[in-house]
């Protein structure tokens, strides 16, 4: 009898798994023959729709893995087998990292006639001049969050946020650079700050910011906004508008001392077993109709000007979707830094969240 | 008389190869090569772009010693013992209720603690997660009955981390207890009370000596696992009260710096085995830890 209701149990949970495990894998519906792409992007940035759309347009199986910082997409490349990844999405300065390190494969702008839909300004980076190894998708900026309703406070600045009396209620991202970043322009230091005696000074101000901050989350740090655990924080743009339309009182701020900027490429890896169906992954991407599509759920700062020209006032005339011009040229982006001051980095990031 | 012929082998090392030979193998290879895998990266460098050279240094262990890194190793081993300290003492009453049990629900019960284990623990942490919330369920239940007037703040503190930690390992608590409290001789306990002790004493004389090595093989299978776990500081903690799991976590992603995280992860198998050790000389059992 024991057996029996043993045996009834655990056939009962397996179908159950087996049922829940459709979801990711999509499969079944595009043939194999065009053979695979295995995509490996950040998470929240590339909706499952536009990836079934490709699938049904090309036949081939696309798979698609995800990542919440740039650090723990290339400490995840290093440790797969070469070839593991056809295409990431790393921001500017890992894309000059990764170039660095020679693990990007040169693109055949051949292949990739959609290119003329990204606006002029977005091509030939500082990051990788010429667009030799990176096509541009996404970016925005690490903007100040705040629910109106629960704050009191006027926050124009970075500075703000370390004020003593929103002790306990921020959210931030769980990026070092980003948040180490904001406190450096929070002292009217670089975001790429390297002088040590600063970086000491930096490390001091952050024992201000862990008084305030209560969650760490790069994935979706607008549901603790949203459900009401966080009043005010340091988060992605997009993630501010996403949480506007869920709580009106959520607010968007470009900060004074010029924002923590960031824009993420679409690229190919040296290895790639599948170059050419990276490459018509990428053009298909470059399609304003597809981008459009993905602008839809995921409101970025976009490359693509043909596709945000067709989004209309609700997308370009709201700050959070699209930071005004004058927020993006006062920002700054993270730039690569020696081993040295990485290490200085990495220690206070310990001391933050220890 | 007849002779029983018994079939003997000339040597015994064939016999010995082909039954040991396959798991020996197994463990040389899942086992003792990725652990001398980890030790020979934990005395390794690394270049400007944080990959592994293979060139000796100590730098490694040396950084292990910073009063950063001191103070998440207390941070954790507090954090698990009061993890352990409140599994031993939810899970012992528990355990020895539904052992005792002669009643059929006794199946149910034991149900109860298994099922929940079969659903990724990642999932109903983050269950926990909305539960807990301003606007999650208890909140709303608790204003609805004029407990409070705002939502209380539940995520994100210490104290969560515990609740998520205890929420995780209590089966791992239950089971040994379990097992332990069903082979205790009933009429012991008659005995006991029939000598005229009473129920208190009877507790800390016969069954709590009897069952201790119940309690011991629970203690070592939560502390241990407690000390390495780092989801549940991170989704129920909010990521402000790093455990030595998020150290060497770290070191393995955004830090990428795999030789201290190799050097880390050597300190936490020492801890492990001391512990391990300290068990088997308090005369645990190694097999009720099921190794």
Redesign the interface.
């Known amino acids: 009898m024991?057996k029996r209701?043993l045996a009834a149990?655990v056939s009962l949970?397996l179908a159950a798994l087996s049922m829940t495990g459709c979801g990711s894998s999509n499969g079944g519906g595009a043939s194999t023959d065009q053979g695979e792409l295995n995509i490996f992007v950040w998470t929240e940035y590339l909706p499952d729709s536009v990836v079934e759309k490709f699938e049904k347009e090309t036949g081939i199986k696309v798979n698609v893995s995800t990542y919440s910082?740039n650090?723990?997409m290339?400490?995840?490349v290093?440790?797969e087998t070469a070839g593991a990844y056809d295409l990431l999405v790393p921001s500017d300065y890992m894309v000059a990292?990764l170039i660095?390190?020679d693990m990007l494969k040169e693109l055949d702008f051949e292949q990739l006639p959609n290119f003329s839909h990204i606006g002029e300004s977005y091509k030939n980076p500082s990051y990788d001049p010429g667009n030799v190894y990176s096509i541009p998708y996404m970016g925005g900026a690490g903007a100040i969050v705040v629910n109106t309703d629960k704050v009191d406070m006027d926050i124009t600045s970075y500075a703000d946020l370390f004020d003593p009396s929103l002790e306990?209620q921020l959210v931030v991202l769980?990026?070092?650079r980003a948040v180490i970043g904001m406190t450096s322009k929070a002292l009217g230091y670089d975001l790429n700050e390297t002088d040590p005696d600063k970086l000491t000074e930096v490390s001091d101000k952050l024992m201000e910011l862990?008084k305030n901050?209560?969650?760490?989350?790069s994935d979706s740090p607008k549901s603790?906004l949203i459900?009401?655990?966080c009043a005010a924080g340091m988060i992605w743009s997009a993630e501010v508008a996403m949480a506007m339309e869920e709580v009106p009182s959520i607010e968007v701020i470009y900060p004074t001392e010029g924002a923590y900027l960031f824009f993420d490429n679409w690229v190919v890896t040296k290895e790639s077993p599948n170059y050419d169906n990276a490459l018509k992954w990428m053009n298909f991407i470059m399609e304003p109709e597809n981008m459009e599509l993905v602008l839809a759920e995921f409101p970025y700062l976009c490359a693509n000007t043909d596709a945000v020209a067709n989004m209309g006032e609700e997308y370009s005339g709201n700050p959070a979707k699209n930071p005004p011009s004058d927020a993006i040229a006062k920002g700054s982006y993270v730039e690569n830094l020696?081993?040295a001051t990485?290490d200085i980095y990495?220690?206070m990031?310990?001391?933050l969240?220890? | 008389m007849k002779k029983i012929s018994k079939h003997e082998f000339k040597s015994n090392t064939m016999p010995a190869i082909v039954t040991v030979g396959p798991v020996a193998l197994l463990l040389l290879l899942l086992v003792l090569a990725p652990l001398i895998f980890v030790t020979v990266m934990s005395f390794c460098q690394?270049d400007?772009?944080?990959?592994v050279v293979y060139r000796f240094t100590s730098v490694n262990y040396s950084k292990l010693f910073?009063p950063?890194?001191i103070?998440?190793y207390g941070?954790s081993l507090l954090i698990a013992f009061i993890t352990t300290l409140i599994c031993v003492l939810i899970g012992y009453p528990f355990s020895y209720v539904i052992a005792r049990t002669k009643s059929k629900k006794r199946?149910l019960f034991y149900?109860l603690v298994i099922?929940p284990f079969?659903t990724n623990s990642l999932i109903r942490i983050y269950g926990w997660r909305?539960f807990l919330?301003?606007?999650?369920w208890l909140n709303k239940l608790l204003m609805s009955m004029g407990v409070a007037v705002e939502?209380i703040?539940l995520?994100?503190k210490t104290g969560t981390t515990v609740l998520g930690m205890v929420y995780c390992f209590i089966p791992f608590m239950v089971l040994p207890l379990y097992t332990a409290i069903e082979k205790l001789d009933a009429s012991l306990l008659e005995a006991s009370s029939d000598l005229g002790a009473r129920p208190v004493k009877t507790l800390f004389e016969v069954i709590l000596p009897l069952t201790s090595s119940g309690i011991f093989s629970g203690c070592i299978m939560v502390f241990i696992p407690c000390l390495g776990y780092f989801f549940v500081s991170?989704i129920l903690g909010?990521?402000?009260?790093?455990m030595i799991g998020?150290?060497i976590e770290?070191q393995?992603?955004?830090?990428?710096?795999w030789p201290l995280g190799a050097a880390l992860s050597i300190i936490l198998i020492v801890v492990t085995l001391i512990l391990v050790k300290i068990y088997q000389k308090l005369g645990g059992d190694m097999d009720s830890l099921g190794v």
């Open positions: 024991k209701i149990l949970s910082s650090e723990d290339l400490a995840k290093k440790s990292q660095a390190q306990g769980d990026d070092f862990k901050v209560v969650l760490y989350d603790a459900s009401g655990d020696d081993s990485l990495n220690e990031w310990t001391k969240k220890e | 690394t400007e772009f944080y990959n910073s950063d890194y103070k998440i941070q199946q149900m099922i079969w909305t919330g301003s606007s999650g939502p703040e995520l994100y991170n909010g990521g402000n009260t790093d998020n150290l770290r393995f992603k955004s830090a990428n710096n």
